[in-house]
């Protein structure tokens, strides 16, 4: 069963259930009503034979076996502003779109067996709520990070030191959901993102100086020379 819904669910609350956090945020609303799993707790517990065939050969997660929710959370809560239940369905909501939508009877009925630190099945509304909470947190996040980025706040080695460490992080989420890269790979990942953010940090430099007065020397700075580097020879003139 296919189930496919954008937005955030009427009166639906957000799909949370403990998450400790070392520190001070918004208290979570509670959780939805959510079914146990049979078996759920003991990872030597065979599947059922009704699980399907897509559902037992899902392998994403494999190295959390034996890892707990709250550890998953912790370390995603010390590094991002996504909770485990947010990755975990986020991830799957990615892996099981159909051309019709996305599969989230499937993942909420079979999430125990999909993802190791999960214990309860979900409905598709709780799958939908914990989609619709991811989208909306990475869309802010950006937004944070973007403006960061053109305010002219950070200087262009501090950026780049920024952006190493989120790197850092979300390469070892990719690993951990079984993408392997190499350190080819790594790097060249690394220089794109890098240039990238030049020029971000050019393009917006040149926004916020297009078309405005120097307040030091009354020249009159255009976008395309906002960021040129002065010509040596005329710097002595």
Same mark, same amino acid.
């Given at each position: ?40 707790? =003991?990872?030597? @517990? &065979?599947? $059922? ?7 037992? #050969?899902?392998?994403?997660? +494999? ?19 996504i909770t485990a239940r947010e990755w975990a369905i986020a991830r799957l909501c990615a892996d099981f779109r ?21 214990? =309860?099945?979900? @409905? &598709?509304? $709780? ?7 991811? #989208?909306?947190?990475?869309? +802010? ?48 990942a690394e220089d794109r993102i890098s240039e990238v953010m030049r020029e971000v940090r050019e393009s917006s ?33």
């Amino acid at each position: 069963m296919t189930d496919e819904a954008d937005g955030r669910p009427d009166g639906e609350p957000d799909v949370d259930s403990a998450d400790p956090s070392p520190t001070p945020r918004d208290p979570e609303p509670a959780e939805p009503a959510v079914e146990r799993a049979a078996g759920a707790d =003991d990872p030597t @517990t &065979p599947m $059922a034979p009704d699980v399907p065939e897509d559902v037992r #050969k899902y392998d994403r997660f +494999k190295k959390m076996d034996g890892a707990t929710y709250d550890r998953a959370n912790d370390f995603l809560r010390d590094r991002t502003y996504i909770t485990a239940r947010e990755w975990a369905i986020a991830r799957l909501c990615a892996d099981f779109r159909t051309e019709t939508g996305v599969e989230m009877t499937k993942i909420g009925e079979n999430l125990p067996h999909l993802v190791p630190f999960m214990t =309860d099945t979900y @409905t &598709p509304q $709780a799958v939908n709520q914990a989609r619709a909470s991811f #989208k909306d947190k990475v869309r +802010k996040s950006g937004a944070t990070f973007l403006y960061g980025a053109m305010c002219d706040f950070y200087t262009a080695e501090e950026l780049d030191e920024l952006m190493y460490e989120v790197t850092e992080v979300a390469k070892f989420l990719l690993e951990v959901e079984g993408v392997e890269l190499t350190v080819e790979e790594e790097l060249a990942a690394e220089d794109r993102i890098s240039e990238v953010m030049r020029e971000v940090r050019e393009s917006s430099a040149a926004l916020r100086h297009d078309h405005v007065t120097c307040p030091e020397c009354g020249h009159h700075i255009d976008s395309e020379e906002a960021h040129e580097d002065p010509d040596p020879a005329s710097a002595d003139d």
